[in-house]
């Protein structure tokens, strides 16, 4: 023990802080150096100041005895070794005794000479002065000074520091030996204890008790417990995983149910053509998201079963464990009639709420009947989130904006429930807001959340000025708080994330392989840049401007033509909608009109693929592609652009992100660009097919580190962590109350 404290910290530690004095004494030298220097300069100046008059009289005179007597007397001082005056010929008119034979009046001006001088007799320092003298000639004034004191002050300055580094050295190690031999004491003492009192042997007849166990078995146990809870911190703290996630959640949540509710499931069952049941992924960046979470967690995710098969496969309580092939938490299903989906879903979320955020200009539409459905809906799923409830204080985690209502009526059925909601999509500003008819119950109902998270702070100030325009209430700016009728609702920015690394990734093979395959499947030369999108065929994603973009490319530089692809990938959504049938229909007229244009035999500037793709086949194409194009017209987050990042572990591949997005404000590396601006958005297609590959390894590093770092879990588990918080004020707050009662 105490030989391994001494090796591992002691005589490090004791190296360092000689190496540091050592490396120190050059600088520490140069420095008293310079300092001497400039003394001997000033003082040079105040001896020419006062020696000037006569000096200028000798030069006239050079042979007055009173003169030369006075001069004598000023050089008898221990640093002014030698004074000389010279003739502008180089002739020496005046020299003191002592005159080191390196200095002297034939050398010209330019060469003579000056400052520090290595003599026989040890350093000097020379300092020169060009005057006139009483009859108007010019000379010129030498003054040698002796540097005999600097040498002896440098040796002086090792030998401190030498001894410095030895000094610290030793102190350290000899620290080391005293705390090593106190804890060894200390643990001695114990041993020897539990040695007397018999607890040291194993004994058969003290059973299965664990407090009779030996005591190096329950000592092992205690450092094995320490080491993982270190372990653990320094996870959650640094580098989150699902490990670190569930020790946040056991430590700071201890035991409390947790509940998330959404309108999208994580796994649907549907029916297969041979009468089959299949499992499906949807695609969605909130289940992306928010999946891993409540894997790491063990809760219960309750979510509209919308799979033709999801009925088949519940129990009687309509839940199904999830995932199938490792099932660690449980799904509760709500089924939901087809007028209710129509209504609360396809109408009031989707032709109302959703183009009422996204700034698109797609007009959003509000209806009555909408209205009702929606507020239905919630009401249902407040009533499975009280059944589901096993205690009076769960968590509730909501998601996005299909349940503005949900909180309210869950903090009716359940008054000591902890309510979050997370907002995935943007919030807009007051006045765009104010379009709403109901715009006052669905702010009162999310104003019942404990904590309100947004993607960025921007949607943060923007829901704090809706809320002052449209509710009585107080708002504390600074805090980010606003109290109605005595309850607290915490507005915050949480951006989202995704896991890290993606689990996919472990499927595939490495990223030269997918490039190969991928070219092969779609017939793609080795001599083409290869661009991807991947998005839900949604009138934000702005998937015709970056079309256009691709051919405004083309047509201005038409080097490239034959020599990039764009593969995109555009999943069908919400088709039974007016708006979504429109943009998929102008999708596919751009997408023949630019391959009819500039599309050769071998050689097509666009691919289309307009179904879903599960994740493992997204994730090989984003290893496969040379740069990703994500030109969102807004957009809460877009995990497309970090899922992009992620994929990239041979650091590789370029990033065009829309500064619409909310990623842009995270991953500033990547080629940011305004989506409306087609000339821009083609211009930085252009730059990411030419990039450097030291630059696009550059950049992608930096990106990988910010996705990383704030994963998925790190979301998830700032948002666990102020709930906690949360609960021990309403704890305290509660126990207050009752106190002065």
């Known amino acids: 023990m105490l030989r391994t404290l001494i090796l591992k910290f002691a005589l490090p530690a004791a ?50 005895s009173d003169l030369r007597r006075a001069l004598s007397r000023a050089r008898s001082n221990q640093r002014l070794l030698a004074l ?24 010209q001006q330019a060469d003579a000479p000056k400052g520090i001088v290595r003599s026989r007799s040890g350093s000097i320092y020379v300092s020169r002065a060009d005057r006139l ?14 540097m005999s004191l600097l040498d002896y002050r440098r040796g002086r300055i090792r030998d401190y520091m030498v001894a410095l580094g030895g000094v610290g050295g030793v102190v350290l190690i000899g620290l080391a030996v005293i705390v090593a031999w106190l804890i060894v004491r200390g643990w001695g003492q114990t041993l020897i204890k539990d040695i007397t009192s018999l607890r040291f042997l ?44 569930s020790h946040v959640a056991r430590e700071r949540l201890a035991g409390t149910q947790l509940l998330v509710v959404s309108n999208r499931e994580p796994y649907s069952h549907v029916r297969d053509a041979d009468g089959g049941i299949r499992v499906q992924v949807p695609a969605s960046g909130m289940v992306t998201a928010l999946e891993p979470v409540i894997r790491a967690c063990s809760g219960t995710w309750i979510a509209h079963g919308s799979g033709d098969a999801d009925r088949d496969v519940v129990d009687r309580n309509d839940r199904v464990p999830v995932p199938p092939e490792e099932p660690t938490y449980l799904l509760r299903r709500v089924w939901l009639s087809e007028e209710e989906e129509n209504g609360y879903y396809y109408g009031f979320a989707n032709e109302g709420l959703w183009p009422l955020c996204h700034l698109a200009y797609v007009r959003p539409a509000f209806r009555p009947e909408d209205w009702r459905q929606y507020q239905e809906v919630n009401a249902r799923f407040a009533q499975v989130v009280q059944r589901e409830a096993r205690t009076d204080q769960p968590i509730v985690f909501i998601q996005d904006f299909h349940f503005a209502l949900l909180p309210a009526m869950v903090r009716e059925r359940l008054p000591e429930a902890t309510v979050m909601l997370f907002w995935h999509i943007p919030w807009p500003n007051p006045e765009t807001f104010g379009v709403c008819p109901w715009r006052e119950e669905l702010l009162r109902g999310l104003l019942s959340c404990d904590i309100l998270g947004f993607h960025t702070r921007y949607h943060c100030q923007n829901f704090l000025s809706t809320v002052d325009r449209y509710v009585e209430c107080q708002i504390d700016h600074e805090h980010m708080t606003i109290t109605t009728q005595g309850h607290v609702c915490r507005v915050a920015a949480y951006p989202i994330s995704i896991e890290w690394p993606p689990r996919w990734l472990s499927r595939l093979p490495d990223v030269a392989q997918c490039r190969r395959d991928v ?51 555009a999943a069908p959504t919400r088709s039974r909608l007016p708006a979504y049938r429109a943009i998929q229909e102008e999708t596919l007229a751009e997408y023949r009109r630019i ?8 050689w097509q500037p666009i691919l289309l693929i307009d179904s879903a793709q599960d994740p493992v086949q997204v994730f090989e194409l984003y290893r496969a592609a040379d740069f990703c194009l994500v030109n969102s017209l807004h957009d809460g987050m877009n995990l497309v652009a970090k899922e992009f990042v992620a ?57 990988r580190r910010t996705v ?34």
């Not at 003394?39 to 042979?63: I, N």
């Not at 010929?89 to 009046?105: F, H, L, Q, R, S």
């Not at 391959?595 to 071998?602: D, I, L, V």
Request: proline letters at 5%.
């Open 15 to 64: 190296v360092v802080v000689a190496a540091t004095a050592l490396l120190a004494m050059p600088y520490v030298e140069r420095l008293y150096a310079d300092w001497f220097r400039s003394d001997l300069d000033a003082r040079a100046g105040f001896v020419f100041e006062a020696l000037g008059p006569s000096l200028d009289q000798l030069a006239d005179s050079p042979r007055s």
């Open 647 to 703: 994929a990239r572990d041979d650091e590789d591949g370029v990033l065009v992100l829309s500064t619409f997005a909310g990623a842009s404000r995270e991953l500033v590396e990547a080629l940011l660009v305004n989506p409306y601006d087609i000339a821009e958005t083609a211009n930085a297609i252009r730059m990411a097919v030419e990039m450097p590959r030291e630059e696009r390894a550059e950049r992608m590093r930096l990106m």
């Open 133 to 146: 003298s009483m009859g108007g000639a010019m000379y010129q004034a030498i003054l040698v000074h002796d």
């Open 84 to 107: 000389l005056l010279c003739s502008p010929e180089g002739k020496t008119i005046y020299a003191t005794d002592n005159v080191p034979a390196e200095v002297d009046c034939k050398v």
């Open 519 to 569: 070219r092969a499947r779609f017939t793609i030369g080795p001599e083409v840049r290869l661009g991807l999108g991947v998005e839900r065929w949604d009138f934000t994603k702005g998937i015709v401007e970056r079309f256009r973009a691709l051919e405004h490319l083309l047509e201005t530089q038409p080097q490239w033509r034959g020599r990039v692809t764009l593969l995109q990938v």
């Open 595 to 602: 391959n009819e244009r500039y599309g050769t035999a071998e």
């Open 708 to 741: 990383k770092e704030s994963n998925v879990y790190r979301w998830a588990g700032k948002m666990l962590m102020d709930t906690q918080r949360v609960r021990q004020r309403q704890r305290l707050l509660a126990v207050s109350r009752r106190e002065l009662r």
């Open 202 to 245: 194993d004994s058969p007849s003290r059973g299965n008790n664990p407090a009779s166990l030996p005591v190096l078995s329950q000592v092992r146990k205690v450092l094995q417990d320490i080491e993982q809870n270190q372990r653990l911190e320094i996870e959650y703290r640094e580098n989150w995983t699902p490990e670190a996630l």
